[in-house]
């Protein structure tokens, strides 16, 4: 049986695909041939559990969601104190290109923007510019669960049209706050940059993030906690650039987008989601991408202002003689309606009924309703035979949430 949820993603697809308005990212001739009409989406939930519509086999650069882990690395190397004397993390209100200093101490805005990450760059330990990006690489890679590769065409066509990136490392060892000589910067930067990901490798990347750094398929921590937290914290003000403020009000997910038209969102505790469509608005940033996650946001409720209790306690016991029996506890929305989902995906037994017992359940929001609908109806086309025990007719009636 197809996941709802799965189905929901494909009409989200369909449902924005209408929207061809922006344009293709220019500088870099090799972004500049990607096919237009790309679009993908893939979710990716602390549990372990990943779902994808569109075209999620498509490989493209990460471009400066890389910025996001490479702060990481550098946070890890050297310690916050150090890393803020090298970038500051207020918004620039500013282009993702533009010179944005402080005055008195010559940091940059923030490392989400190119002059910060370029100063974060020169930040990591390594005794060149390609173990710099290894490093970067390999942390993206064990978070992906498979190994990444550096797209060459790419990282040349970077450096072919890098004199802006040039400049702004030069100012900033102009004022001392880069590490390293600029050209070996920009090289490091524009490896960093030209790693080849898909869809479903970045939503994976997001859910490990919003893991607290652990990875959800093999329980291995892969970032110290503390420094996952402070990343997302600065993704959640700047990671959208000068679009970041109407982001975080209307969106609500802590994000980082790139020129390849790839954006992540990491939704803490939840889900990592991802998506991915070419033509860029004025800010830089996907249109059809901020357009799905403003979907997703509001028909999931993954805004981080919306209080919402964790799915893992939503699966009070699953017995299985006879009959399936699914017993279901708390206060059910997006994330225990996941898990649930989850649970059937692992296999029922097709001699048996399958009963949904929702009797310690105390509220269920319009999300979960609609999941738990959907999972029943293709139970029941797949030849299983389904009951739904629901005394307080949760199913019928919306709550008054």
């Known amino acids: ?3 709802p949820i799965t189905r929901y993603l494909e ?3 369909d449902d924005c695909r209408e929207l061809d308005g922006g344009e293709m990212a220019g500088g870099n001739a090799e972004l500049a041939r990607a096919d237009p009409d790309t679009f993908a989406v893939a979710l990716a939930t602390v549990g372990g559990s990943v779902y994808a519509a569109g075209d999620c086999d498509t490989e493209v650069s990460i471009q400066s969601i890389s910025k996001a882990l490479a702060y990481a690395v550098a946070l890890e190397d050297n310690g916050l104190e150090r890393m803020l004397e090298a970038t500051d993390v207020e918004p620039s209100g500013d282009s993702f290109n533009e010179i944005s200093l402080e005055r008195s101490t010559g940091r940059p805005r923030n490392p989400l923007i190119n002059a910060g990450a370029l100063a974060v ?3 990591i330990r390594g005794n060149s510019a390609q173990e710099r990006a290894d490093r970067v690489r ?5 978070c992906a669960g498979r190994q990444l590769s550096t797209n060459n065409a790419v990282y040349e066509a970077e450096i072919e049209s890098d004199d802006r990136n040039t400049a702004i490392a030069h100012l900033l060892k102009s004022v ?8 070996e910067v920009v090289d490091g930067y524009a490896r960093q940059c030209s790693m080849d990901v898909n869809c479903v490798d970045l939503a994976t990347i997001a859910s490990v993030m919003a893991n607290g750094g652990v990875d959800p398929a093999t329980e291995e921590r892969l970032i110290d906690g503390a420094v996952n937290r402070h990343v997302l914290s600065v993704m959640s003000t700047c ?3 000068d679009g970041s403020g109407s982001w975080t009000a209307t969106v609500g997910i802590p994000a980082k987008s790139g020129v390849a038209g790839a954006i992540i969102g990491v939704l ?12 860029l608005n004025e800010h830089g940033n996907s249109v059809r991408g901020v357009a799905v996650f403003e979907r997703l946001s509001r028909d999931l409720e993954l805004h981080m202002m919306h209080v919402a209790p964790s799915g893992a306690s939503a699966i009070r016991e699953v017995t299985s003689e006879d009959d399936t029996i699914v017993r279901l506890q708390g206060d059910l929305r997006f994330a225990g309606a996941e898990s649930f989902l989850a649970t059937l995906a692992d296999g029922v037994d097709p001699r048996g009924r399958i009963i949904l017992d929702l009797s310690h359940v105390r509220a269920m929001d319009d999300v979960a309703r609609r999941m738990f609908d959907d999972a029943a109806a293709g139970l029941r086309e797949d030849g299983h035979d389904v009951d739904i025990d629901d005394p307080h007719g949760l199913m019928s009636v919306p709550d008054s949430e």
Do not use: C, F, I, N
């Open 121 to 123: 760059h020169s930040m």
């Open 239 to 241: 990671g959208m650039y």
């Open 176 to 183: 001392g706050v880069l590490a390293v000589e600029p050209a």
């Open 268 to 279: 803490p505790g939840q889900v990592g989601v991802a998506v991915l469509s070419p033509r």
């Open 11 to 13: 009409s989200v697809l």
């Open 138 to 142: 390999d942390l993206h890679s064990r």
């Open 1 to 3: 049986m197809q996941s």
